[in-house]
């Protein structure tokens, strides 16, 4: 066979296996959810003369085409691959395997999105708190463990030091020294909620609350978290457990949000994408736990994101009541409205992930 011959029969083959990967995308169904991403796909855009005209139908196009090519997680872990193995990149769109560990790069430090948050921190407590015991506290993100000199992360001490600049009247509760990698899941963002021992004692020992710590370890199910999906190497499935004692068993969790009543454990949500879900039920702007085993009177207001989640059960030996509050998902102005704000004791709790991005903060 000449070389000519062989030149078309390559163009021939390529142009056939463009026909055909259109044909299969035009007759694929689209997919709703990626569930290695976590997020919705892009839809088939609208057709407008406006959205013609103006070039954002091409933009939307363009992003629904990508998102609904066939095989697209093959494409994915493909171009991974490539990146990683051959050219040695490092990471993966800023995702890379640390100690067996996976972790997405946060970085640069957003000094405007940490004094908007302290600025956030600082308005609640003026205007609701101004007679309440405050504390606040931060939780390291996985990037913290990781050597400077191996990978690009943030300034931690500055993050740290700028937060205790700029919030006043509260109480700073140092956690950084209570963690290590290891506390953290394999492929996912959180903490374990089994490695907290020392993360309760710290807030213990400074809020002055008392707990036993003395609970039964249940493994519930293995799990692959957020980064699982996103970065082609091998790792051991993350496993959800769950610490209980009767305490905790009896506790009731109240959802403003729809008016449902919960165990602290939602194993309704081990059906979801997220199974660490099962912790008070994942997200949602606010609920109370009631603590009927209760010694004392004391009550503690959480402002938290996903990380009190599985922090916030470990606690309810220490208080008749806590409410946790996620201004994430509810506007801080409509506090008021559901909260009857008397002697609670109140915390603040964020990840440097909610720090450097604080613009979801409403």
């Not at 990978?151 to 700028?162: G, T, V």
């Not at 990698?181 to 903490?191: F, K």
């Not at 790792?235 to 919960?262: F, M």
């Not at 660490?276 to 736990?289: A, V």
Request: charged letters at 25%; a positive charge.
């Amino acid at each position: 066979m000449s070389d000519k011959t062989k030149n078309i029969v390559v163009v021939i083959i390529f142009v056939l296996f463009l026909v055909m990967m259109m044909l299969l995308n035009i007759i694929k169904t689209d997919t709703e959810i990626s569930l290695s991403e976590r997020r919705k796909l892009a839809k088939f855009p609208e057709i407008t003369v406006q959205k013609i005209l103006d070039g954002s139908f091409s933009k939307e196009f363009e992003k629904y085409a990508t998102d609904q090519i066939i095989k697209r997680e093959g494409f994915r872990k493909t171009k991974a691959n490539i990146e990683m193995k051959v050219l040695r990149k490092k990471d993966n769109n800023h995702i890379y395997q640390y100690k067996n560990s996976i972790i997405k790069m946060e970085y640069p430090l957003n000094e405007k999105s940490v004094q908007n948050a302290a600025s956030k921190i600082n308005q609640l407590q003026q205007e609701y708190f101004r007679q309440n015991k405050c504390y606040y506290t931060i939780v390291p993100d996985k990037n913290y463990f990781v050597s400077s000199n191996e990978y690009i992360r943030l300034d931690y001490e500055k993050l740290q030091e700028m937060m205790q600049k700029n919030i006043t009247n509260m109480e700073y509760i140092n956690l950084f020294e209570c963690l290590q990698l290891e506390d953290y899941y394999v492929t996912d963002i959180h903490w374990k909620q089994e490695n907290l021992s020392k993360v309760v004692e710290k807030l213990s020992k400074q809020m002055n609350f008392t707990v036993n710590n003395i609970y039964t370890k249940n493994e519930i199910i293995e799990f692959n978290g957020l980064y699982a999906g996103q970065l082609p190497v091998k790792t051991k499935q993350d496993k959800i457990c769950t610490l209980t004692n009767q305490t905790v068993e009896n506790a009731t969790v109240y959802h403003y949000e729809n008016g449902k009543q919960t165990k602290v454990y939602d194993e309704e949500k081990l059906n979801s994408n997220d199974k660490y879900d099962i912790y008070l039920s994942g997200p949602t702007p606010m609920i109370t736990i009631e603590n009927k085993e209760a010694k004392t009177n004391k009550e503690l207001i959480i402002f938290r994101d996903s990380f009190a989640s599985s922090l916030a059960p470990l606690l309810i030996e220490g208080y008749s009541k806590i409410t946790l509050i996620d201004i994430r998902y509810m506007r801080s102005k409509d506090i008021e409205k559901y909260v009857k704000i008397e002697n609670q004791e109140v915390l603040f709790l964020y990840s440097t992930l909610v720090l450097n991005n604080s613009s979801i903060l409403k």
